[in-house]
């Protein structure tokens, strides 16, 4: 069992930030309310392995540096950062190999929060 099942990345402006990681990652976001927040879901394929996510605003979500960070998963990392940094990014860690199948690198959002992204090298 993995044991993480959801994240939910704090934003002050949810309609920034949907443009942001639509066009960082290429896909497309649901807008939604929970609970008196406003959500916008990530993709969500029940039967592939891991869990989804999704931007929230709300009184207790504050963008940060500090704190959790979450790893996201791209087929190609430096296309991946080539659009963060088109879209507003900042480099926090540039694309480092840190093992013989892994690539990471992270940025900081123009929410300010810090996300890392992982790329794994296909057998």
Do not use: W
Request: hydrophobic residues 45%.
């Amino acid at each position: 069992m993995n044991i993480a099942i959801h994240f939910e990345i704090p934003v002050r402006d949810l309609a920034r930030a949907i443009r942001f990681y639509e066009q960082v990652f290429e896909l497309e976001l649901e807008r939604t309310s929970i609970d008196g927040n406003e959500m916008a879901l990530f993709p969500l394929d029940e039967a592939a392995p891991g869990c989804s996510g999704a931007l929230a605003r709300g009184e207790s979500y504050v963008p940060s540096l500090d704190g959790t960070r979450i790893y996201l998963r791209v087929g190609d990392i430096e296309l991946a950062m080539a659009r963060a940094l088109g879209a507003g990014a900042k480099v926090l860690y540039p694309v480092t190999r840190v093992s013989e199948q892994i690539r990471v690198a992270e940025f900081q959002d123009p929410e300010g929060n810090r996300i890392a992204l992982q790329e794994m090298a296909r057998p």
